[in-house]
């Protein structure tokens, strides 16, 4: 998928995670920004390391997981869909 703009970092984001909630054998049900990985969906922090992962191969450019989180060892506790979204342009350095 060619990710230039946010919105498609945000559809990249989405379907992500409905691929991920699909491999936990989880329905994501209707996905807003608003939505929390770990609060809302249940998503454990070891599973926000795969769905990088997944992002990465969806939006088939390099992108680490130092990338998305900085220098953090571990996700930085639960994040919203938009927050997860930012960070993934953040590291992609997309602004448009």
């Known amino acids: 998928m060619k ?3 946010k ?3 945000w559809r990249c984001v989405v379907e ?3 691929e991920l909630m699909e491999d936990l054998d989880q329905d994501p049900g209707d996905l807003t920004p608003e939505i929390m990985l770990m609060g809302d969906l249940g998503i454990k ?3 926000v390391i795969h769905l990088v992962l997944l992002l990465k191969d ?3 450019r390099s992108l680490t997981y130092k990338e998305v989180f900085g220098d953090e060892q571990q996700p930085p506790g639960d994040l919203s869909l938009a ?3 930012d960070l993934v342009c953040k590291g992609l350095r997309i602004t448009a």
Request: no cysteine; net charge negative.
């Open 7 to 9: 919105a498609d970092v």
């Open 58 to 60: 969806r939006i088939g």
């Open 45 to 47: 922090s070891m599973d």
């Open 3 to 5: 990710v230039r703009t």
């Open 83 to 85: 927050q997860l979204s």
């Open 16 to 18: 992500t995670v409905e």
